[in-house]
């Protein structure tokens, strides 16, 4: 369930200095080399909320395309592995890039993401992808045009 939906959006510009001052990162997952170094044995403590890094500012959906493509009734597969881009696992979805700033708890799979059903919601201070197959874990995205 979609909640607190941000009542103003950041533009192209402010969400691209947003992510370049980095603040996002306080505290926060590290960037990596490989798909497979994103995965953690210890999720519930390398895993971090936007409240938690400081809140969100980047790029946000406009609500109208919002309430079409995403939130919990709208489920997807990542067609294919997530690339690398700046240490992060990025994929395309809907014209957006989005970035999994979070790790993958590694007992989901290295593959993850072939087989779950998942979905992109906002929820409260920031994105989070969900995973249909993990209700309760949710990772912590950025998007980007």
Do not use: K, N
């Amino acid at each position: 369930m979609t909640r607190a939906y941000p009542s103003r959006t950041q533009s192209p510009r402010e969400s691209r200095a947003w992510w370049a001052r980095g603040t996002w990162r306080r505290d926060a997952w590290q960037p990596h080399p490989t798909w497979r170094d994103h995965g953690t044995t210890r999720w519930e403590a390398d895993h971090r909320t936007w409240s938690q890094r400081g809140g969100y500012a980047g790029y946000c959906i406009p609500r109208q395309q919002f309430q079409v493509w995403f939130g919990d009734r709208h489920w997807f597969r990542i067609p294919s592995r997530p690339v690398i881009y700046e240490g992060y696992p990025r994929f395309w979805y809907r014209s957006y890039w989005f970035y999994l700033v979070d790790p993958w708890p590694d007992f989901w799979g290295e593959d993850w993401y072939l087989d779950d059903d998942v979905y992109i919601d906002y929820v409260y201070d920031g994105y989070y992808l969900h995973s249909r197959r993990y209700p309760g874990m949710s990772l912590a995205i950025a998007i980007s045009l």
